[in-house]
Nanobody
């Protein structure tokens, strides 16, 4: 079992930065690939970014490439999503997830999910 808890956030202005954190407990975090997904109201959950358990492989959705950076600190059992140059269309509930078998961009491959945290970007 892996328990995931995202950091609490609120409102941020367009163009600004924000960093999300996801703290993990339970099964060895360092052996799990980690992903970030988001879901806007009325939309399907979509992939945002993912990082291998070693931290040396990362994937990004085209919509965030060059603006978002995923990283992890295995010593702290924490994964981060640094979001820069935020846009109103980035408004969504953001979820972190753990994949205990492989690095993937597919939500259905992830075994454990956090509760989600709301990010609202005002124009």
């Amino acid at each position: 079992q892996v328990q995931l808890v995202e950091s609490a956030v609120g409102l941020v202005q367009a163009g600004g930065p924000l960093r999300l954190s996801c703290a993990a407990s339970g099964r060895p975090f360092s052996r799990s690939a980690m992903g970030w997904f988001r879901q806007s109201r009325g939309m399907e959950r979509e992939f945002v970014a993912a990082i291998s358990w070693t931290g040396d492989i990362t994937y990004y959705a085209d919509s965030v490439k060059g603006r978002f950076t995923v990283s992890r600190d295995n010593a702290k059992n924490t994964v981060y999503l640094q979001m820069n140059t935020l846009k109103p269309e980035d408004t969504a509930v953001y979820y972190c997830a753990a994949d205990t078998s492989r690095l993937s961009v597919l939500a259905e491959r992830y075994d454990y999910w956090g509760q989600g945290t709301q990010v609202t970007v005002s124009s």
